[in-house]
Every structure is written in structure tokens, then in C-alpha cells.
């Protein structure tokens, strides 16, 4: 029963939480520009809206340009419900929970590309391309990061993986898995989220010709996504683990606001790159991680 | 009667750089037939004395290799319209300072193998060698086929020679090779040769390179 | 039953069909079914704990007594070949009919169950000699199935290219046996482990299987064959066939000594093989040449397993060796049957269409629904995304690294740089597979060949379903298949034979069935949501451009073109094309071609050296007797020196 | 006695085709005497014969150990070649069917010499006998393919002469009376003059070698092979380079006895590497598909040389691939010949695409292509294994590696030749002339027994066929 309550509860706050992250990062944007900005529950009733709106689908599209949107969000609430939260601990972990966490992003990733490449639209192809292209550097960085925890607390379980400290290679590992973070969610400097109708976007151009429900869906799966990353990059860094727990909570939830105001001064602060630069970036952030890991190694064998 | 045999094995010697030197065809045929009709001789001359199939060998030698080779050769060269050897492929005259100098390497070259007690102080081994080398050169350098005849019955002459070392006692051996070197002279010659120019009109081996990869 | 008269049934049954094979394909279908599903059936009892099975013969063949023997490592690979020797005899009968191929059918029926015999021979010799002599039929026989349509001038090289390649290898393998041979007096094979002296041998067999595992450098012959074979060929050459090479190694790394340096180079190839294979596979056009190379990265992937596995063994045994192998092993199972599907998902396509160039393709998925279907899960499954098999066996390759790497010891080091090449190449092979899915079925058709496109028959489509069948059982229920799996790695390994299995596969297997129940339910939900609110249909809007064409969608390069960038050193593109120029500008293109770098880099150079050294050798060959006189002299004097030298004191 | 009837009962065969009248009758001695030859050669390996010390001739195991091969051989060609004579019922066929049988005579005379002087003898002969036969065609083409077969042939069979006297002679100075037999010369053992029997080694290697067809005395070959008819072809390739290589093998014998056993074998293995080697890299260019099999067979020469080489179990191995070649290889030749003939030409610029119009010989041919490139289940595969073990067990990893590098050049230059004489479309000439050919079982049947038999042979080697063998090794390498 507390089984089936906790799984609920970590549920609902998965489900609910998320679209007030992007709210967020544009009260920050607007903060830092002297503007007022939308609503930080926009994104709220956006979703609603978009729920109740029509569909309109291309002449070419397949059902699976329906189902798509639908398996990304359900591989991006599982990769979400695998996540330990801070003194909860996780749902529920086994050994190597921490691939696939890795892997349901990918296999989200999968999806929304192949939706996007549904309607034979070249902006689809585009951003599909843009997004599984960078994805293998985010990717490589990503398991570089796992890797240096794992050397660090000797465990491939996501629960005893992000408890300890990330220790000396902290600094390194939260840079590393914030330029990670800011890729996967399509900001600033690799995308950029406000934009429309250029050539140069990679989620947008994906989500073009998505309309209604499925819209819906994908906006707060992107949503979703923000919120594990912020997440994981907090339980990364923060020595959770080792605080009382409602420290733990408080530091949690500190850090992923401390990560969104992070996103929105970058956002703020910088322009997008030319995406000639952004394997570069990518690359020096998979280095970041990979650094870490060699701390790391050398940490433990001190 | 070593020091004749020995004289008759200097001649054959002296004919092989004849053989060598001559450019004109006929002349080549003529110290071919010559070297035949010494070398026929010198087994009666051997000190064991002579039985009647050495006598047999020497007489099938002379007549084969002094009279019916030679005939044939010059009818096929007749036949043909030739009666000297044109653009060797080695010329004449390094024809002859490698013939010396093969004779010089050969009586080298014999040093090295011992002799048996009774054939001490004879020249057949350098002898033989030389005459080998002589066939080797003529077979390689000229392009004509009747001076490539002569050179493969020069190189027979020099088989026979060191035969001779041999020819009492294995005389099957030497009788039946030295009889059946003489079937293929006459076999290539009176033949092949013939059909060749038959063939081709010529009897340059320049024309009979149709087969090459 | 035993598996001995089984698999003597399951052999005559299948050397039957061969020789009614040609005149009746329907008897031939029948033949050749019954004798796999005998022979799976022997393997399955002895992977189902049912004991090994040795067998000697009292006669000799070829002046050797016969040496069989099934035990879990050779019964793995038997079930593969078993499994996917049924799929493809089903699906070419329709796919390469008689109707079609009127020539070269008959031929076909006869060689596949010779290629079928042949592979189960080698998987059960116990003897050098057999071995080989199974190994060649293989070979040959692989070889003429390949180049079934031999009219074709391609499938003619490509097929030439796989024989010299293969002879290659077994010229290796030649060495190896007869080394062994020569070296423990015995053509005899089995464990011996204990005779250190033989260890140096394995390089060689690395050499002669890595060639027909197509392991990265040695790959060359691979892409051109797959793609030019009739796909139901390709599916066992890629499925099955490679996997033989596969089987070499894991047969003798686990019989003989191998060097201290062996798991590092084997983990090393892998690696290397992952990576570059899947670069190549991204930047391909043409979709057989794409799943080809993307068999490189699979078998880069299964090595990486093997190596780590012998890692593991050199270093006093580590018990996450013996995940690693499981999982090599595994993905063995994997890659044969996720491959299998999409070749045969790849033939359907390219019936239907007759082109294998993605850029031609487009719009299928309304003509050829089921193919479709089929295409995506193996593409998901290839790509190791779950709650498919492909991310199970990876997973327990990942598991046995990460332990390696959490021992921190020499071994880690290793397995640091193979977990990152397998995490990369992963992230590739997705770009890959969302590529190829994307252009051939999505968007609209690009050429008129594909708008009479039709999906292929019940013949074609029912071995399609039974291979996705396989792929979703092993994803969704992977702790049914573990005990197989763990009896083939003690087999390879016996020390490790008491350990419990150390990876969770019954929570993976149940997260991955929750998973799949999940993304179900939330599709149709969805779906059903859709449809509810409308689901008008439109052209596609495309930032309001008012006159979309076919030819504007991505193309192949194009799509790949960001990923095949990071690789131009190694993948060494050919660009040809002409700008528009002008007011009305006419004629312009561009065409970008991918070549094999290895072969046309490397060594056709080689080659072409040899063949002038060749002509300048045959030069002397030259007509004129007087020259030949000379080299017989020289011929003379070269051996009266080598005498000379040799007999000196 | 029966020994002799081999020699003999050819011989007159030879003697009555001479004065056979009828040209289409005449080609039916052919096989009616190999099958009476088979026959008398199969009741000999059966019950071999005692042979005397001192006898000059005689079925010893080594002659039991090769010369059924090479009856066995004959006999398939023979009925080869009575289908090809009758599509060559053009030319008159009695100087052809007389000197096939002498032929036929000499090389069983050849094999069981068991002196020098006779050894030296029937080769010669055999030399001189195959001359007409490979001008059969009677083109400009044959006779300088025969002017340089009689004249390189010639060359190395008079060296032969030299270096066997030089034997003698060396046998003279160890004390020997003139008994050139070589059991004698064997029992002479290190009383042999050293500096002579080296001599008598290099000549004898060279001499026999050409006729073998080692390189670089091979030159003669391709230009043979390539325009004699192919039975004529198999039949050289598989019997006249045996008897070539049992007189190597003898003069081996008295050479190791003599103490100089280690570099006679370093030279055979040497020249074997170099022929091989050779053979390669011009099968890797050549555009002939006879030349090929010329190439291809002083490639297995070397083989077998180098078998020679490797003590006991190399040289049974040899005798095994002395076989398995010979048979594989009549197959090769007489499938060649068939397209050959339908072609019109041997040369790839003209011939393409003959698996439409010969189907069934091309099959063959590419059968026999898998075979002599030692693919299973044939036996040239098991003899070259053995090869290759002996050679590895002998410690000779280099020599090894050239061998198989060897191997896989030849393997790549075979399978590019027959595969663009099978593949492709036929050229309009090649269909022409193609019409006038037809693939009758007299044609097609002989090629095929020479490949079930090789076929045969490795898969089920007769156990006494082994023990055959073993005895010739024994014979040739006694135990000290």
C-alpha cells in the first residue's frame, strides 16, 4: 500500500512539476530584461488549450506520428520514475537502472525524430537530423559523467550512484552535465526555444506540424525532460545522501530552482551559437565529464 | 695415349671458340661436324682399348654427327635462303671472350672435383665443361635456329666428353645417352626444323614468339 | 531423445531437400523446415540442461575419425542457424521464386540447405580437419548464394571479392589448424587449456574468423556482399554467417591458452569495429549497404563482450567476465535475429520497390504497412532502445564493463574506453536506423518506381513476424532465455559455472514488459484522442510553403551529413557536383558516394602493386627460347651456389 | 614379368594402332589398352610383386605408390580421348593413338626404374615421344610451342644425363663397380664422393626439374600445355611430371644415403617456394585459360616439391598430392578442352559467358577450379593440409607463410580467370562456333570420374593406398 502511495505520489510530482520549470526560466529571462513576461503557469494553460484543440495531420503522415509523441513521453516518465529523489530514495532501483535510464531518452529521442520526419517537411528533416546528430555527443558525455560516478561510489544503481558527492571532480562534472542539460532541452546556445520559423532551431522545427493532443504531449514531455535533467545534475553534484533528509529535500529542490535560474541567465545572457561551434561545445563538455571520471579514478586509487 | 687424347679434347676446345666466332652459318655447321668426328675418334684411343660397341658408338657418332646432321642442316639452311646469322643476341665477340673465359672457368671448376687415379692429367672434365658452356652460349645468343642446333649439339658433345670418363664402367648409360642424344639431333633437325620453316617461312626464331603471356 | 539421432535425422532430412531441393520447392520447404526444427530441438535440450553430447566415429573421413560434439557453445550458435535457416527457406520462397528467378532458384534451394548442412557441420566438429572442411563448404556454398544472380556484373565482384576475402581467412585458419595440429600431434580439438605453448596460435585464428566476423579492418569484402545478395542471403550471411567467425573465437579463447594481450586487442577490435562500422552505416544510401555496416558495429559490439570476457579470465577470473560473455553471446542470438528481420524487411522493400537507394525511396508505409511495422521494431531493436532484445544483451555487456571498471584494476582501463565507443556508437546507430526507417517509409514517395510499390505475401511476411516474435520475446522476457545463455558461457568458461547470474534480467525483463504494456496504452490513448478531436487531414504545412515537392524532403546525405562530418577523415567521401549558375539555371547536382576506405584506400593499392609486380614478371614470359634457355642456366647456377653455400662447412 | 606386361602390352598396342586401318576404329585401342593396363596395375598394387635388390626394374613401392595414379589417369583420358578424336575425325589419327600408348609404355617403364641409367632413359623417351603429339593441331602455334618444348625439354633432359653421370661417377670413386641401380648407389651411402654427388645433385634437380616443370625451367609449359590438345595436356601434367618428380624423389633417396640429405631437401624446398611463387604471380595476370592450367600445375610442383622436403611425413604427404593432383588435374584439362573447343579460343579477350553455352563443362571446370584450390571435399584440400602440418611439424614457419601466401595469390589469379571465362554474355563468335560442339557424355563423363575420384580419394583414402604410401617413404628414407 505505502508502495503503491509512494509510486502515486512521485507520479503526480512528475506529472505536475515540470511545466513550471519553462515558466520559470521566462520569469528569470523577463526578470533580467526589465519586462514583465507571461504568466509563470503559462505553459498550464497552454497544455490544457492545446488538449482540447483539433487535430490536423498531414496527407503523409502515418499513425505513428500520433504514437510517437506518446512513446517519447511515456519513455521520458519512466527514465523520470527511475530517478532516486533525493532523500526518498528511488521507485524502484536495480543494478543498471542507471543504462537505462540513458537508454529511454534515447529511445524518446528515437521517437520525436521519427515523428518530425513523418510529414516529408524539410524542416522535419532537419531538426531530426540536428537532434540524433548532437545526441550522440550529449550522449557519450552523458555516460562519461555515469561512468565517473559509478567510479566514484562503486555502484550502477542510480540510488547509491548519485548519493555520494561527485567530490573533487564536482566542478567539472556540473559543468560538464549543464552544457548536457542545455542540449538535450533544445536552450540556449545550442536552440534557441523562442524562436520560430528558422532554419536554424532543431526541437521547434520537429514539433512544426504537430497540432492538439500530440502537441500537448511533446510540450510537456520537454518539460519532463527539464525537470530529470535539473534533477539529475542537482543529485550529481549535491552529496545528498549524506544530509538529514529534509536538508536533502531543501538542497534538492534548491538546486534544480538554482539550475532553471542557471538556464535563464545563460538564456538571458548569451546568443545561440553557430551550429558549426556546437559540436565544439558538446565535445569540451564531454571532455568536462570525461576529466571528472579521471579524477575520479585517480581519487579512488589515492 | 693420354697426351693424344688430351691433344684431340685441345682441338675440340679450340672448335668450340671457332663455333663461337663464326658469324657465316656454314662455317658454325662445319666446326659442329668437326667436333663430332674428333670426339667420334677419342674413345677408341681411351687406354682400356676398344670393344666393338664402343667402336659401334664411335662409328654411329662420326656418321651421325659428321655426315647426316650436317647434311640436314645445310639442306634446311638452303631451304631457307639463309647462310649467316644476323644480329645475334650475343655478338660475336663477346661471344668469344665469354667462350675464353668459360674455358678458363671450366679448367678452374675442375680443380675442385677430384679425378680418379686413372684419369688423372686428362682434360675431359674442363674439356666437357667448356663445351657445355659453349652450347649454353650459342643456345642463348643466337637467333637463328640452326646456330641454336649447333649450340644444343655443342652442349651434347659436351655431355659425350665427360662420358667418356665413364664409358667402361657404366657403358650402358653413356652408349644409350650418347644414342639417344644423337635421336634428338636428328629428330629436332630433320623435323621440327623443317616444319618450322615450313610454317613460317623462316627459320628466324625472332618470328616464333607468337606464344607469350 | 538424445541430440545424436536427432541431429542425424535433422542432417539427412536437410541433405534431402538438397537433392529434391532443385525439382520441388514446396517438398524442399517442408524438408528443410523439419530438419532445422530437429536440429533446434537437439540444441534446445542441451542448452535446457539436457548434458553435452560427444560422438567418435570408427571410420575415418578424409583419414581422420570423425569427432562430434554439441555442447552449450556450438547449441547456441546451432539455434541461431537453426532459426533464421527456417525464416529464410519460408521467405525465399516467395521472395526468390521460381516464377521469378526461373534460372537460379532451383540453384538457390539446393546451396541454402548445403550453406545450412555446412554451418552445423562446423558448429559440431570436435576435429581441425572437419572443421576446415565444413568451414570451406560454407564458404563456397555462402559464396554461390551470394552471386545467385550471377547475370549481374556487381553481384559477380561483390561475390569475388567475399571468396578471396574468405579464402583469406581460411588460408589463416589453415595455418592455425595445422600449427595446432603440427604442435599437439593430433588434429583433435577440445580443451586445452593447459598447454601454454599454444597460446601464440590465437592470433592467428583472430585473423582467419575476424576476417569472416568482419571485424573493422578486415571487413572489406562485407558491405558490397550483403547488399548484392538476395536479401534472404543476406539475412544469414549477416545474421548467421558472421556469427561463425564469432563462434572461432569464442570456441577457441575458450579451448586453448590465449596471450596475455589478447583480451586487450580483442576489446580493442571491438571497440574500433563499433565505432567506425556504425560511421559508415550512417553515411551509407544505400539501405543494404547501411544494415551491412551496421553488422560491423554488431559484431564490433559482441567482441567487445568476448574481450572483456577474456579480460576477465586473464585476471584471476573476475566473475563480471562472465556478464560480459553473457552478453556477447546474448546479442549473438540478438543481432541474428533483429538483422535478419530488417534484411528481410530490406528485401521486401526492395521487391517491392527495386531500388537500394534511399534517395529514390520514400512514402512507403501506405503501400507496405506490415513491412513498415516490421522495419521500425527491428530498427528500434538495433539500435538497443527498449523495451527490445537489443538493449538487453548490451546492457549486460554494459553491467560486466562497469563492474570492470568499478574493480579499478588494469582491466578497467580497458573497459573505460569500450564503454564509451559502445555508448557512442549506440547514439549512431539511432541516428542510422532513424535515417534509413525515415526515408524509405515516411514523407513522400521521391521516385515513381515506389507509388506501385505492394506489400509482399503471407510468404514473406510471416518469417518477418516470427523473426520480430524472437526479437520481442528476448526483450520482454529475458530471464527465460538466461539459463541457455549461462550454460553456453560455462561452457566457454567452466570455472565461473557455479555463480549465480549477477545481473537482475527478471526486474529488467519486468520494467521493459511494464514499458511495452505502457507505451501501448498511452499510444492508443492517444491515438484514440487524435481521432476524437478531428484528425483532419492537410498537406503538410512546412512553414506555409505552398507547393511542397517530394524532391524538397531530406535526403539520405543530407540527414546524414552532421555525423558523417566527424568521420570525413576515415570515411573519405566523393563529392561530384555542379552549382546552378545563371539566371535559369539547368543541370545542376550533387552526388555524394561513400567508398569502402579500407578497400579502396588501403589495399586495392596493395593489390595493384602486386598485380604490377605480377606484369613485370609475366614479361618474362616473353616468346623468345633463348631467354628461357638463360633462365634454366641461371636456374643452374642459383642452385650450384645454394648447394655451394649449404654444403660449406 | 608382370612388371615388364606393363611396359609391354602398351608397346604393342602402340605397334598395332600403327598399322590399324581404320581412323574413326582406330582411337577404341586407347581405352581398350589403358583398361588392360589399369587392370594389370591395380592385380600388381594388390600383390606387388617381389623385386630383387639388384634388379633394374621392378614395381617397388614407390613405383606401386604413383603409378596406378597415373594408369588411372590414362585410362579416363582414353576415353576421353575417343569422343575427341571422333570430333577431330579430320586429321588422321595414327601417329596420335601410337605415340599416346608409347607414351603410355615409357612412363610405366619410367616409374619402375630402378637404375639410373633407365630412369634417364625412359624419360628421354618419353620426351621425345610426346613431340608429335603436341603438334597434333598442326598450327604455327604448335610447332613453336613443340621447337621450344624439344629444346628446353632437351636442355634439362642432356643436364639430366650429365648429372647422371656424374652419379656414376661418384660411385666409381667410392669404390662402386659401375652398378648404377639405386639400391646400389644407396648402399654406397657416404662412400660417394662428396663434391661429385653435390654436382650430380644440382644437375639431376635441374634436369628432371625441367622436365617437371619447376621454375625457372618451366618455361616450356604454358606454350605446351597451352596448344597440345587437352588430354595430351592431363596427361603430361599428371604422368610425365610424376615420372619427373619419382626420379627426383630416387635420386633424393641416394643423395640423403650419401649424407647430403639436409641440402638436397633445403634446395627442394627452395626451389618448390620459388616455383609456387612464380606460378602465382602469373597466374595472378594471365589471360589464357590453358596457360592458367599450365601455371597452375607448376604451382602444385612445388608443392610437391617442398612436400619432398619435409622428411617422412612430408613426403607422404607429396605422394598423396602426386594423386590428388593428377586426377584433379586431368579434370581441369579435359573440362578446359571442352570449352576450349566450343570457344574456339583460349584467350579471355574472346571468350566469355560458356556457362550458357557449355553448362555442363563449365560446371566442371569450376568444380575443378574449388578442387585444385585445395577446397573440400576434394582431395588436393587433405594432401595440402598434410603438406602444410608436415611443414609446420618441421618447424619452417617462413616457408610456411610463402606457401600459403603462395596459395592465396594462386587461388586469386584461378578464380578471376575461370570465372570470366563462365560469367558474362558469349561473344557471337564463341555462339557460332559453339553450335558445331557438342557436350556428349564421352565428354563429359571423363572429367567427372577424375573429380568423384579425386573426390573419393580425400574423403576415404584407401587404407592401403596409405600403407602404399608409407612403404614408398620407407623405401625413399629408410631408417638409419
Known amino acids: 500500500m505505502i508502495v503503491m502511495l509512494d509510486l502515486v505520489l512521485r507520479l503526480a510530482l512528475w506529472l505536475l512539476l515540470p511545466p513550471l520549470l519553462p515558466g520559470l526560466i521566462n520569469k528569470v529571462k523577463a526578470w533580467v530584461a526589465g519586462r514583465r513576461g507571461p504568466p509563470v503557469l503559462q505553459l498550464y494553460h497552454d497544455l490544457a488549450r492545446l488538449w482540447q484543440k483539433d487535430v490536423v495531420l498531414s496527407n503523409l503522415a502515418s499513425p505513428g506520428f500520433v504514437i510517437a509523441p506518446a512513446v517519447a513521453w511515456v519513455a521520458l516518465v519512466g527514465a523520470a520514475m527511475l530517478l532516486p529523489l533525493g532523500p526518498t530514495g528511488a521507485a524502484f532501483g536495480f543494478r543498471g537502472d542507471v543504462l537505462l535510464l540513458v537508454y529511454l531518452l534515447a529511445l524518446a529521442r528515437f521517437a520525436t525524430a521519427w515523428a518530425a520526419l513523418e510529414t516529408g517537411s524539410a524542416f522535419g528533416g532537419m531538426g531530426a537530423a540536428r537532434e540524433v546528430s548532437y545526441a550522440v555527443l550529449t550522449e557519450a558525455a552523458l555516460v562519461a559523467a555515469v561512468l565517473s560516478l559509478s567510479v566514484q561510489s562503486g555502484s550502477i544503481t542510480l540510488a547509491t550512484l548519485l548519493a555520494p558527492a561527485a567530490g573533487a571532480g564536482a566542478v567539472l562534472l556540473a559543468g560538464g552535465l549543464f552544457a548536457v542539460l542545455l542540449a538535450e532541452n533544445c536552450r540556449v546556445p545550442f536552440d534557441d526555444p523562442n524562436t520560430h520559423l528558422e532554419l536554424t532551431m532543431i526541437h521547434e522545427v520537429m514539433v512544426l506540424d504537430h497540432s492538439g493532443p500530440p502537441l500537448a504531449v511533446i510540450l510537456h514531455g520537454a518539460s519532463l525532460k527539464l525537470l530529470l535533467f535539473s534533477v539529475l545534475l542537482t543529485e550529481a553534484v549535491l552529496p545528498l545522501g549524506r544530509l538529514p533528509p529534509f536538508v536533502a529535500a531543501a538542497a534538492l529542490a534548491g538546486g534544480v530552482l538554482s539550475v532553471i535560474l542557471g538556464v535563464g541567465l545563460v538564456e538571458s545572457l548569451l546568443a545561440r551559437f553557430a551550429f558549426r561551434r556546437v559540436p565544439l561545445l558538446l565535445t569540451t563538455a564531454f571532455l568536462l565529464c570525461l576529466f571528472s571520471l579521471l579524477v575520479a579514478w585517480n581519487g579512488g586509487a589515492a | 695415349m693420354n697426351a693424344s687424347l688430351n691433344l684431340l679434347i685441345g682441338l675440340a676446345m679450340g672448335l668450340n671458340l671457332l663455333a663461337l666466332g663464326s658469324s657465316r652459318l656454314p662455317s658454325l655447321i662445319r666446326a659442329m661436324s668437326l667436333q663430332g668426328v674428333v670426339l667420334g675418334v677419342m674413345p677408341l684411343l681411351l687406354e682400356q682399348g676398344a670393344d666393338w660397341r664402343v667402336g659401334l658408338v664411335a662409328l654411329a657418332t662420326v656418321v651421325g654427327k659428321g655426315v647426316v646432321i650436317p647434311s640436314l642442316l645445310r639442306r634446311a639452311m638452303r631451304a631457307a635462303h639463309i647462310d649467316r646469322e644476323m644480329e645475334p643476341f650475343i655478338g660475336f665477340v663477346p661471344s668469344l671472350l665469354l667462350g675464353a673465359a668459360g674455358t678458363i672457368a671450366a679448367v678452374a671448376l675442375a680443380r675442385a672435383l677430384p679425378l680418379l687415379p686413372e684419369h688423372q692429367g686428362l682434360l675431359l672434365v674442363p674439356g666437357s665443361i667448356a663445351s657445355v658452356l659453349t652450347g649454353f652460349i650459342l643456345l642463348i645468343g643466337r637467333a637463328k635456329a640452326i646456330s641454336q642446333v649447333c649450340g644444343y649439339l655443342i652442349l651434347e658433345n659436351g655431355i659425350y666428353l665427360f662420358g667418356l670418363l665413364l664409358i667402361h664402367s657404366t657403358p650402358l648409360l653413356v652408349e644409350s645417352g650418347i644414342l639417344l642424344d644423337l635421336t634428338v639431333g636428328v629428330f629436332v633437325i630433320g623435323i621440327i626444323v623443317d616444319r618450322i620453316q615450313r610454317a613460317f617461312d623462316s627459320l628466324d626464331t625472332r618470328k616464333l614468339t607468337v606464344l607469350r603471356e | 531423445m538424445t541430440p545424436g539421432p536427432l541431429l542425424s535425422v535433422a542432417g539427412v532430412v536437410l541433405l534431402l531437400g538438397l537433392v529434391v531441393g532443385p525439382g520441388r520447392p514446396q517438398l524442399w520447404r517442408i524438408l528443410t523446415l523439419c530438419g532445422v526444427a530437429i536440429g533446434m530441438g537437439a540444441a534446445v535440450r542441451v542448452l535446457s540442461g539436457g548434458g553435452d553430447w560427444e560422438w567418435r566415429s570408427g571410420f575415418p573421413l578424409g583419414g581422420e575419425a570423425m569427432h562430434l560434439r554439441l555442447d552449450g557453445v556450438s547449441a547456441l550458435f546451432l539455434v541461431l542457424v537453426c532459426t533464421v535457416g527456417g525464416g529464410g527457406c519460408v521467405y525465399g520462397g516467395e521472395y526468390w521464386s521460381d516464377h521469378h528467378y526461373p534460372a537460379s532458384a532451383p540453384r538457390g534451394r539446393a546451396w541454402w540447405n548445403a550453406l545450412l548442412v555446412s554451418l552445423g557441420w562446423v558448429l559440431l566438429s570436435a576435429n581441425g580437419l572437419h572443421f576446415l572442411l565444413g568451414w570451406e563448404l560454407f564458404t563456397v556454398s555462402a559464396y554461390f548464394l551470394i552471386t545467385l544472380d550471377r547475370q549481374r556484373l556487381q553481384v559477380r565482384a561483390a561475390g569475388w571479392l567475399y571468396l578471396v576475402a574468405s579464402h583469406t581467412g581460411t588460408v589463416c585458419l589453415f595455418a592455425f589448424f595445422a600449427l595446432l595440429a603440427a604442435r599437439t600431434g593430433s588434429w583433435d580439438l577440445g580443451p586445452l587449456r593447459g598447454q601454454a605453448g599454444l597460446s601464440s596460435l590465437f592470433w592467428l585464428a583472430l585473423l582467419g574468423f575476424g576476417v ?151 512514402g512507403l508505409w501506405p503501400r507496405m504497412p506490415w513491412t513498415a511495422g516490421l522495419f521500425v521494431l527491428g530498427s528500434v531493436a538495433a539500435s538497443g532502445l527498449p523495451p527490445l532484445n537489443g538493449l538487453v544483451s548490451e546492457w549486460l555487456i554494459y553491467l560486466g564493463l ?248 | 614379368m608382370r612388371a615388364l606386361l606393363l611396359v609391354i602390352i602398351p608397346l604393342v598396342g602402340a605397334a598395332l594402332a600403327a598399322f590399324w586401318p581404320g581412323n574413326r576404329t582406330r582411337p577404341w585401342l586407347l581405352p581398350a589398352v589403358g583398361l588392360v593396363h589399369a587392370g ?337 571435399p576434394f582431395g588436393p584440400f587433405f594432401s595440402e593440409l598434410k603438406v602444410l602440418r608436415a611443414a609446420l611439424a618441421a618447424g619452417h614457419g617462413v616457408a610456411t607463410a610463402i606457401f600459403l601466401g603462395c596459395l592465396l595469390l594462386a587461388f586469386f589469379g584461378l578464380t578471376r580467370v575461370v570465372f570470366a571465362v563462365v560469367d558474362g554474355r558469349p561473344r557471337r563468335a564463341a555462339r557460332v562456333n559453339s553450335q558445331r560442339f557438342v557436350e556428349t557424355l564421352g565428354v563429359i563423363a571423363p572429367p567427372l570420374v577424375l573429380l568423384g575420384l579425386s573426390l573419393a580419394l580425400g574423403v576415404f583414402t584407401p587404407p592401403l593406398l596409405q600403407d602404399a604410401w608409407s612403404a614408398a617413404v620407407a623405401q625413399l628414407r629408410p631408417a638409419p
Open chain 3, 212 to 362: 569472416k566476423a568482419g571485424l573493422f579492418p578486415l571487413h572489406v569484402w562485407l558491405p558490397s556482399a550483403h547488399a548484392n545478395a538476395p536479401s534472404h542471403v543476406s539475412a544469414i550471411l549477416s545474421g548467421v554467417a558472421l556469427k561463425m567467425g564469432v563462434y572461432g573465437i569464442v570456441r577457441f579463447s575458450g579451448w586453448l591458452p590465449v596471450p596475455a594481450a589478447s583480451g586487450w586487442v580483442v576489446i580493442g577490435l571491438g571497440s574500433v569495429s563499433a565505432l567506425l562500422g556504425i560511421a559508415f552505416s550512417v553515411a551509407q544510401n544505400d539501405f543494404k549497404r547501411m544494415l551491412a555496416y551496421c553488422s560491423v558495429e554488431n559484431v564490433g559490439i559482441i567482441f567487445i563482450g568476448v574481450g572483456g570476457a577474456m579480460l576477465a579470465v586473464s585476471h584471476g577470473d573476475a566473475p563480471w567476465g562472465r556478464l560480459a560473455m553473457a552478453g556477447a553471446l546474448l546479442h549473438v542470438w540478438n543481432h541474428g535475429a533483429f538483422k535478419s528481420l530488417l534484411f528481410l524487411g530490406a528485401g521486401s522493400v526492395l521487391h517491392a520497390a527495386g531500388t537500394r537507394e534511399m534517395s529514390r525511396l520514400g
Open chain 3, 402 to 649: 562497469f563492474d570492470a571498471v568499478a574493480g579499478r584494476g588494469p582491466a578497467g582501463w580497458a573497459a573505460l574506453p569500450a564503454i564509451l565507443a559502445l555508448a557512442t556508437a549506440g547514439a549512431l546507430a539511432l541516428v542510422g536506423f532513424v535515417k534509413t526507417g525515415a526515408l524509405i517509409f515516411l514523407g513522400a514517395p521521391r521516385t515513381r518506381a515506389v507509388a506501385r510499390a505492394d506489400e509482399c505475401g503471407w510468404g514473406m511476411r510471416v518469417p518477418m513476424l516470427a523473426l520480430a516474435a524472437v526479437c520481442l520475446a528476448i526483450g520482454l522476457a529475458p530471464v527465460l532465455f538466461w539459463p541457455a545463455v549461462s550454460r553456453a558461457v560455462d561452457a566457454w568458461h567452466p570455472a565461473w559455472a557455479t555463480r549465480e547470474s549477477p545481473a537482475p534480467l527478471a526486474t529488467l525483463g519486468l520494467f521493459q514488459a511494464t514499458l511495452g504494456i505502457l507505451v501501448a496504452t498511452a499510444a492508443a490513448a492517444l491515438w484514440y484522442r487524435a481521432k476524437s478531436r478531428g484528425g483532419r487531414r492537410a498537406p503538410t504545412w512546412d512553414c506555409g510553403f505552398r507547393a511542397p515537392t517530394a524532391r524538397m524532403q531530406y535526403t539520405a546525405a543530407s540527414f546524414a551529413g552532421i555525423t558523417a562530418g566527424w568521420f570525413d577523415w576515415i570515411l573519405q567521401p566523393m563529392l561530384r557536383w555542379r552549382r546552378p549558375r545563371g539566371l535559369f539555371p539547368t543541370g545542376a547536382f550533387r552526388r555524394e558516394s561513400v567508398p569502402e576506405t579500407v578497400l579502396e584506400r588501403v589495399i586495392s593499392p596493395v593489390a595493384a602493386g602486386v598485380l604490377r609486380v605480377s606484369t613485370a614478371v609475366r614479361r618474362l614470359q616473353h616468346g623468345r627460347l633463348q631467354s628461357y634457355i638463360l633462365y634454366l642456366v641461371t636456374g643452374l647456377l642459383g642452385l650450384g651456389v645454394l648447394v655451394l653455400l649449404e654444403g660449406a662447412p
Open chain 4, 40 to 376: 594389370l596395375t591395380f592385380w600388381l598394387f594388390l600383390d606387388p610383386p617381389r623385386v630383387g635388390p639388384a634388379d633394374w626394374f621392378g614395381f617397388d613401392p614407390l613405383a606401386r605408390a604413383v603409378l596406378p595414379a597415373v594408369s588411372l589417369l590414362f585410362l579416363v583420358c582414353a576415353a576421353y580421348g575417343v569422343s575427341y578424336l571422333q570430333v577431330r575425325s579430320e586429321r588422321p589419327n595414327r601417329v596420335f593413338v601410337a605415340l599416346l600408348l608409347t607414351v603410355l609404355s615409357l612412363l610405366s617403364a619410367g616409374h619402375q626404374a630402378r637404375h639410373l641409367g633407365l630412369l634417364w632413359i625412359a624419360t628421354e623417351a618419353v620426351t621425345l615421344a610426346a613431340v608429335p603429339l603436341l603438334h597434333f593441331n598442326g598450327t604455327p602455334r604448335a610447332f613453336e610451342a613443340t621447337w621450344k618444348y624439344l629444346l628446353v625439354g632437351g636442355t634439362g633432359i642432356a643436364l639430366s644425363l650429365l648429372g647422371s653421370f656424374c652419379l656414376g661417377y661418384s660411385s666409381l670413386h667410392g669404390g662402386g663397380g659401375g652398378d648404377l641401380t639405386f639400391v646400389a648407389l644407396m648402399s654406397q651411402g657416404a662412400g660417394l664422393s662428396r663434391p661429385w654427388v653435390l654436382t650430380a645433385w644440382v644437375l639431376l634437380l635441374v634436369g628432371y626439374g625441367t622436365k617437371m616443370g619447376l621454375a625457372p625451367m618451366h618455361t616450356w609449359k604454358p606454350d605446351a600445355y597451352g596448344e597440345a590438345p587437352g588430354l595430351v595436356g592431363a596427361i603430361l601434367a599428371g604422368g610425365v611430371t610424376t615420372v619427373a618428380f619419382t626420379a627426383i624423389l630416387r635420386v633424393r633417396a641416394v643423395i640423403g644415403a650419401a649424407g647430403a640429405g639436409a641440402i638436397a631437401d633445403r634446395s627442394l624446398l627452395v626451389i618448390g617456394l620459388f616455383s609456387m611463387a612464380v606460378a602465382a604471380l602469373f597466374l595472378l595476370g594471365t589471360r589464357d585459360f590453358k596457360r592458367m592450367l599450365a601455371y597452375s600445375s607448376v604451382e602444385h610442383m612445388g608443392i610437391l616439391s617442398i612436400g619432398a622436403a619435409l622428411g617422412g611425413a612430408g613426403m607422404w604427404a607429396a605422394l598423396f598430392h602426386v594423386w590428388t593432383n593428377s586426377l584433379t588435374k586431368g579434370a581441369l584439362f579435359l573440362s578446359a578442352a571442352n570449352i576450349r573447343r566450343a570457344a574456339g579460343s583460349p584467350s579471355l579477350d574472346a571468350v566469355r559467358g560458356m556457362s550458357v553455352l557449355t553448362p555442363r563443362s563449365s560446371a566442371l571446370f569450376v568444380t575443378g577450379l574449388f578442387a585444385v584450390t585445395a577446397c573440400p
